[in-house]
């Protein structure tokens, strides 16, 4: 375990341990409820799927989409592909480091590109199967509407940055990207709100700030 441990924070695997400790603090502060699993998310376009780009100046978009479309990015959240990138990652370079005997920084960077290349298709293979999940768990979210509905600010949020907010619909407790409607808005964390519209561009509810007494 101290040989691992010796290899994993030495200088030609930095990189690769430093995306899995990354990973790793996120998914803790997912687990403490400080952080949503979504909160770091890619959005190819209104409706989650590819950018159509007809003319030529909007080529180079429509590629970048259909490369994270690929890789499945934008069907599953970020964070979930991250995760599935970063072990392959951090294994395959403290391997190669190791039966390469290399200790130079700049010789394991170089390493590091073919073994991303191959974490990337190992992470696609990997994330295929949740597609459909995040599919379903989004379909069945978005049966649930809670435009209209008062909820709860956990992280702050402005018409700018996204922000989010717990509410309660038809029985479910529902966690939600938000932004807020105006912006000359913002909202902290413990404000009540009041859900009043759904931006299919940011993927995000729009809220306002709520006075019970009124």
């Known amino acids: 375990m101290t040989e691992l441990a010796q290899a994993a924070l030495s200088p030609p695997n ?37 950018t159509e780009a007809p003319h030529d100046p909007h080529l180079s978009v429509a590629w970048l989409n259909g490369a994270l479309a690929f890789f499945n990015l934008g069907r599953v959240p970020l964070m979930v592909f991250v995760s599935f990138v970063a072990l392959p990652l951090w294994v395959g370079s403290i391997l190669t480091n190791y039966y390469t005997h290399n200790t130079s920084w700049l010789l394991g960077l170089v390493f590091c590109l073919p073994l991303l290349v191959g974490s990337l298709l190992v992470a696609k293979v990997l994330t295929t199967p949740f597609v459909k999940l995040f599919a379903t768990l989004e379909k069945d979210q978005a049966g649930t509407n809670p435009i209209g509905k008062i909820c709860t600010v956990l992280l702050p949020a402005s018409h ?34 009041l859900i009043i519209d759904y931006s299919a561009r940011s993927r995000c509810y729009l809220i306002e700030p709520y006075d019970d007494a009124r």
């Not at 930095?14 to 990973?23: D, E, K, P, Q, T």
């Open 14 to 50: 930095l990189v690769a341990s430093g995306l899995l400790i990354f990973v790793l603090l996120y998914w803790l502060t997912v687990i403490l409820g400080l952080l949503d699993f979504k909160t770091l998310d890619l959005h190819l376009d209104a409706d989650g799927g590819l």
């Open 160 to 193: 700018e940055h996204l922000g989010q907010a717990v509410v309660k619909a038809n029985g479910d407790t529902l966690m939600l990207n938000v932004k807020a409607a105006s912006a000359a808005t913002e909202l902290h964390k413990g404000d009540t709100a």
